[in-house]
């Protein structure tokens, strides 16, 4: 065992950088020696006999945390010629990439030895692709940015190289199909975060009675709230923008279109912020970009998937738009699949860097704003021109042609705590994959509600 440890110590000191830094620390840590050897024979489970004086293991048990255990491989002797194989965990590797570390700096750490570290690399890539297949299930038409934000929200490090690889191998289509669209890029003045927020509600799938409520911070471009809903009344948005408020703090300015579901929230900020100083602006939706952007990318990547399967289901006859039970089978099954891939795109959005900002994410910016106090200040550029604040400048975007006011009817299916409890019984779960997005559960509800 002595050999064994002195061999790898030997082997990773060939590595001139450590060398150096061990060489220059070797002397402090020789004074703490008896402390670290109990540490090392309770970590290795060395017998203390077969320990023997070694304060350069010591330094690399006190450099490599969390334990030793992260760092040391325990050597196969298999009998056969050559170099011995070396037993290399995932932990092991794991840890060494949350240092930063690149594949080539851990094999020369570990002797040189290629075919574990290779092993365990093909594994960890093969856990990604599984990930990113799973974002991708709820959100189809997500790029290599937003996937990027997906895998950050899950607190994991990968290289967009190895994102964009996995992407020609699983959506070889979609990622052809995105590069050939590009974005005009708007220049957009607002102080700082929290000082105008942008507020709108989307009909993309009204047909359906699914109604998106969506709020953006028009300086950092984060999302405070997006969610899916089966009603567009005042009452609803106010409860989301409240929420919003929770995490966030209050904004100084909304704005907003004209449309009646906007009533409860101008009332809130005119009695929160005060009146005659634009608490809450309204406008055409040609004047509110940053939300119509979000729309955009909404639509494309959430909305088309669910908009294309509902059509698909009407022409098969699976559908029926005048049918309240229909409608309602739709929303026990469809509505918590919408609102999950909704989540996912919030998490893309929110951390996926922005080329305009040096790749800083939404929420980066919008920390960093808070912190820099830019948002407690009043915002002078307001006074300006009151009726053109927070709009971009240069063409317009696209509208969105929305009616202003919209009402989503409420279905007369009213049924009893014994009868919705069988539909929990039938599909507990509306988000299990049954392996034909939704279809299967949505027929079960459809066929039990036609007994009831």
């Not at 290795?44 to 490599?64: E, G, H, K, Q």
């Not at 100084?252 to 449309?259: E, F, I, L, N, Q």
């Not at 009695?271 to 005659?276: E, P």
């Not at 006859?317 to 609102?339: A, Q």
Request: charged share 25%; glycine share 6%; proline share 4%.
């Amino acid at each position: 065992m002595d050999r064994q440890v002195d061999g790898i110590v030997s082997n990773i000191l060939s590595s001139p950088q450590l060398r150096n830094i061990l060489e220059d620390a070797v002397r402090g840590a020789t004074s703490e020696h008896n402390a670290s050897t109990t540490s090392i024979q309770s970590v290795s489970n060395v017998p203390a006999t077969s320990v023997r004086p070694n304060p350069i293991m010591d330094l690399i048990s006190a450099s490599f945390t969390p334990s030793l255990s992260n760092s040391v491989t325990s050597i196969i002797k298999d009998g056969h010629v050559g170099r011995p194989r070396y037993d290399i965990t995932k932990e092991q590797v794991l840890h060494f990439r949350s240092l930063g570390f690149k594949w080539s700096k851990i094999r020369g750490l570990y002797i040189g030895s290629k075919t574990p570290i290779a092993s365990q690399k093909r594994r960890l890539i093969d856990e990604i692709k599984s990930i990113i297949q799973d974002i991708m299930m709820g959100t189809p038409n997500a790029g290599e940015t937003y996937i990027l934000g997906s895998i950050c929200a899950r607190n994991m490090k990968v290289p967009r190289a190895t994102i964009r690889e996995i992407l020609k191998e699983v959506d070889p289509l979609g990622r052809s199909e995105r590069k050939r669209k590009t974005i005009k890029r708007r220049v957009y003045n607002v102080k700082g975060a929290n000082h105008l927020w942008h507020i709108d509600s989307n009909h993309k799938l009204i047909n359906f009675r699914f109604v998106y409520h969506g709020c953006i911070d028009g300086y950092s471009r984060s999302i405070i709230y997006l969610e899916c809903m089966h009603n567009n009344k005042a009452d609803t948005v106010l409860s989301l923008f409240e929420k919003g408020v929770q995490n966030f703090g209050l904004p100084s300015r909304v704005r907003g279109d004209h449309g009646t579901e906007n009533v409860a929230v101008a009332r809130y900020m005119l009695t929160q912020k005060g009146i005659n100083r634009g608490s809450f602006i309204t406008g055409r939706s040609v004047h509110n970009q940053r939300i119509e952007r979000l729309w955009s990318e909404v639509n494309r990547v959430v909305s088309k998937h669910y908009k294309e399967l509902f059509l698909m289901m009407e022409e098969e006859n699976l559908i029926d738009e005048t049918s309240e039970i229909d409608l309602y089978s739709l929303t026990y099954v469809y509505l918590p699949r919408i609102r999950q891939s909704l989540k996912e795109f919030v998490s893309q959005w929110n951390n996926h860097g922005l080329r305009t900002m040096n790749c800083r994410s939404p929420l980066q910016l919008w920390n960093t704003s808070i912190i820099e106090g830019s948002g407690h200040d009043e915002d002078s550029l307001y006074w300006k021109e009151p009726d053109y604040y927070g709009v971009e400048d240069s063409t317009s975007f696209p509208e969105i042609v929305t009616s202003n006011n919209v009402i989503v009817p409420e279905s007369n299916i009213n049924l009893t705590v014994q009868q919705f409890q069988r539909l929990v019984e039938a599909v507990p779960d509306p988000l299990r994959n049954d392996n034909t997005h939704g279809i299967s559960h949505y027929l079960c509800i459809k066929n039990l509600l036609n007994t009831l």
